[in-house]
Every structure is written in C-alpha cells, then in structure tokens.
C-alpha cells in the first residue's frame, strides 16, 4: 500500500474538487440532476480512484485505478468545455480548469508509465 497524499497528481486533483464544488452553484437548477451531477461524479472520481488504487496491494492494482482516474480527467474535460459552449463556465474558469486537468492527465500518464516500468524491471 502507498500513502496516496506522497502523490502531487493526488494533490493536484484534491484541489481540483475543491474548485469545481462552488463554480457548480452557478449552474441552472435544471442541470442538477444532469450536467452537475455529471461533473461532479466524474471530478470527484479522480482522486478518489488514486486513493483506491494506493489501498490495494499490488502495483499492478494501482496502475488499474489510475487508468481509471485518467479515465475520469478526460471525461471532466470535456464536460468543462460542454459547460463553457453552454455558457456555464466563463472564459477564466475554463481556463484555470482546463489547465488542471492537462496537468493531472499528464501526471497520471507518467506515474503509470513509472509504475509499469517498475513493475517491467522485477519481472
């Protein structure tokens, strides 16, 4: 089992939970039950799969979840960039999430590719 806090790409989506939470206030009621509850499924499924994926006991298991967390960053962003054609999100809030979610993709694509080597060289 690893601490799932040592990883930035943890931190990093921690953080980003905490962003889209009160930019979803600002959503019509009608997407509630929609478009909101799809955001905040898919976001909330990124840190939560890196947490999952730290309490099993295989690097093998680990790398499954964190496919999975990716997985869940690309759905997130293309439910931001449905939200800002739909004038949900403003320019600047695209923006700042946007660039979150390319940083998350790319940190999980290069722990996977570490863990996978690691995982290559024991073997």
């Known amino acids: 089992m690893v601490d799932y806090r040592n990883y930035n790409v943890w931190k990093l989506s921690h953080q980003l939970v905490l962003k889209m939470y009160p930019l979803l206030h600002c959503y019509p009621d009608y997407e509630l039950y929609n478009l909101v509850d799809q ?7 990124i840190p939560t799969n890196i947490v999952e994926g730290c309490g099993k006991d295989t690097q093998k ?16 962003e293309y439910l931001i960039l449905l939200s800002k054609d739909l004038g949900y999100l403003n320019e600047n809030d695209f923006n700042s999430i946007q660039n979150d979610i390319v940083s998350i993709k790319k940190m999980l694509t290069m722990l996977i590719k570490r863990i996978r080597e690691t995982m290559d060289s024991k073997n």
């Open 39 to 45: 955001i905040r499924r898919a976001t909330v499924s």
């Open 61 to 76: 298991e680990l790398v499954r979840y964190l496919y999975i967390a990716s997985g869940s960053a690309h759905e997130v």
